[in-house]
């Protein structure tokens, strides 16, 4: 009779590899470019009127009443742009 499982003998597999639990870019989490990259990328400009201005970041333009609250936003934008993207994408996504 042949030698295997089927005939009481145990069976032994390869142990499992260890793998990475960590989760890799584009599945469980989002992975973006460098702070300074992402920076140097976009180009900036700010057009003052009367009364406010508007700052364009890349091919997005965003018009503000006062200058204050721009400067505000422009300021968050430098010191993290992520997060910056991520909260206009939501405005620009509802408008269209």
């Known amino acids: 009779m042949p030698e295997g499982p089927m005939n009481g003998e ?10 990475n639990l ?3 870019c ?5 992975c973006y470019p460098p ?6 990328n976009n180009e900036v400009s700010i057009q003052f009127f009367s ?4 700052i364009r970041v ?8 006062n200058v204050e609250e721009a400067m505000k936003e422009l300021n968050e934008y430098v ?7 991520k909260k206009w994408n939501k ?6």
């Open 10 to 19: 145990e069976v032994h597999l390869p142990p499992e590899p260890v793998r």
């Open 22 to 24: 960590e989760p890799t």
């Open 26 to 30: 584009g599945i469980e989490k989002e």
């Open 35 to 40: 702070r300074m990259e992402i920076l140097r």
């Open 51 to 54: 009364v406010g201005c508007v």
């Open 58 to 65: 890349g091919c997005k333009s965003v018009g503000f009443n």
């Open 79 to 85: 010191a993290n742009p992520r997060e910056s993207v």
């Open 91 to 96: 405005v620009f996504n509802v408008n269209e």
